[in-house]
């Protein structure tokens, strides 16, 4: 039976490494596997008002691509991507049509502004951006509780992807 596992959290926490990573255990327990990154499927400009996030976009796309991958034989889908409420994870279960485990990267703030300088060191705007956004974001799903286990974002990558594998075994 397919399944899912959304790797979530902050802006600066690795959600794409980690979902990288996981995709990379997988093809070496020979399990067929595809990797979404949500941040692809909702990048268009302008975004509609009142959807500064394009989350219908994000959707419409997402239901296109994951049909496309269990299709061509993929029995895990792997994303990355941010879901700031419970309905958002519902939908995203609806969409993709299996089921889908929630695992949420949890890095000190501290260090994700380090990552995020790093990442935005020729891009003061978006740092800035990313900055405020990552404490702003950490709150947000604190309160929302979306996932349904976390691991440290801190330990070495295939750990990291290794630990979110074994929280989601299905």
């Known amino acids: 039976m397919a399944a899912a596992l959304l790797i979530t959290g902050t802006v ?3 959600k794409t490494s980690v979902a990288d990573a996981v995709g990379d255990v997988l093809a070496g327990e020979g399990i067929p596997y595809a990797v979404i990154d949500l941040d692809w499927l909702r990048r268009a400009w302008p975004a509609p008002p009142g959807d500064p996030f394009n989350s ?8 296109a691509v994951a049909a496309n991958f269990l299709d061509a034989g993929a029995e895990r889908l792997v994303l990355a991507g941010v879901i700031e409420h419970r309905d958002e994870r519902a939908r995203h279960e609806e969409v993709l049509g299996v089921p889908l485990t929630v695992c949420r ?7 994700t502004h ?16 990313h900055l405020d956004r990552a404490g702003e974001l950490a709150d947000i799903l604190d309160a929302a509780k979306v996932e ?11 750990q990291v ?8 075994r299905v």
Do not use: C, Y
Not at 105 to 111: D, G, K, Y
Not at 148 to 158: C, E, I, M, N, P
Not at 161 to 168: D, F, L, P, V
């Open 12 to 14: 600066g926490v690795g």
């Open 56 to 63: 219908a976009l994000t959707m419409r796309n997402l239901r």
């Open 105 to 111: 990267i949890r890095v000190p703030l501290a260090e």
């Open 114 to 129: 380090r990552r995020l300088r790093g990442r935005h060191v020729h891009d003061p705007q978006g740092l800035d951006w």
């Open 148 to 158: 349904d286990f976390t691991v440290d974002g801190t330990k070495a990558l295939k």
């Open 161 to 168: 992807a290794e630990e979110a594998i074994k929280g989601w």
